[in-house]
């Protein structure tokens, strides 16, 4: 199976790090990139084939990895090029399977995904829709590409504003919270190097749980909360401030936002 990966940025190369270390031939991957230096490089540091232009491009499966406001111009320049039967993967966010189709011709089947940046690490976690023409076949295509930058789920369409504002926004949520736990640390005395290790190594941690256990979170929660004690002191706090309700305000803030992306906003 041929891939092309139409854009060179982070996700472009994390999409060709991870075909690479998951065993794919380097010759069977081409990327396009126009800039002459990142073309070289890539060549260098992979051993792909660069192509500068769209017209290059032949192979069975095409991964979008570009910019939102950027897919009508690559596919009016890409459209020419296609053939029924080719899948098109759009990594691109808020952009409809519906949307890219009328752009291709007839045949050419699509899907949507919502991939998040831990794919960096090869923990990622994305969410594949298929499109009018996209067949069993074709997406486990593009199941077996995605997952070689971690975990990958199908959904139908329709729920992709929801993944986008749950996986793909998502880890600037743990971030922030990483973040928080790092300040009140140092407020608290700990030298900052020291709150770091220990805010990181406990959500890693929690996550490993959750992975491994497969226990919902409310009773891995009541299993660290001693009645009367310090983490019991500090989620009534939390509940105070409304955490979850700040969650839910927020999910349905980046849902919504997301759903305007898709509408050209």
Known sequence: MTVAIIGAGVMGETLLAGLIRDGRDPGSLTVVEKRAERAAELRDKYGVSVA??????????????????????VLTDLAPHLRPGQLLVSLAAGITTAAIEAQVPAGVAV?????????????GMAAVSPGAHCTEEHLATAESMLGAMGRVVRVPEYQQDAVTAVSGSGPAYVFLVVEAMIEAGVHLGLPRPTATELAVQTVLGAATMLRETGEHPALLREQVTSPGGTTAAALRTLEDHGLRAAFLDALESARDRSRALAGGA
Request: net charge negative.
């Open 52 to 73: 500068g232009d769209l017209g290059a491009v032949t192979a069975e499966t095409i991964a979008l990895v570009i910019k939102p406001q950027d897919m009508t111009a």
């Open 111 to 123: 899907a949507r995904v919502m991939p998040n940046t831990p794919a960096l690490v090869g923990e």
